[in-house]
Nanobody
Framework: QVQLVESGGGLVQAGESLRLSCVASGSIFRINDMVWYRQAPEQQREWVASSTGGGDAKYADSVKGRFTISRDNAKNTVYLQMNSLKPEDTAVYYC????????WGQGTQVTVSS
């Protein structure tokens, strides 16, 4: 079992920044990739960024150059630094890991006003 707790969301204006955090606990030794997804109202959940077990970072085209994913393995935490936020970034952001099955956090709301 893995538990994921996200934090760091909030209401900001366009152009501002936020940093999201996701702390993993439980069977963390099984975790390789740590991933951020987001889901806007009435839209499907979409992949945002991944931090692989090997230390690589991958990004959706919509956030490339603005968002940075990083992880602190000593703290079992993955971060998402979000800069130059746009109204279209408004969504609930979820942390995800896969071990023997998918695990999701409860999500953290990010709202970007224009």
């Amino acid at each position: 079992q893995v538990q994921l707790v996200e934090s760091g969301g909030g209401l900001v204006q366009a152009g501002e920044s936020l940093r999201l955090s996701c702390v993993a606990s439980g069977s963390i030794f099984r975790i390789n990739d740590m991933v951020w997804y987001r889901q806007a109202p009435e839209q499907q959940r979409e992949w945002v960024a991944s931090s692989t077990g090997g230390g690589d970072a991958k990004y959706a085209d919509s956030v490339k150059g603005r968002f940075t994913i990083s992880r602190d393995n000593a703290k079992n935490t993955v971060y998402l630094q979000m800069n130059s936020l746009k109204p279209e970034d408004t969504a609930v952001y979820y942390c995800n890991v896969f071990t023997t099955r998918n695990y999701w956090g409860q999500g953290t709301q990010v709202t970007v006003s224009s």
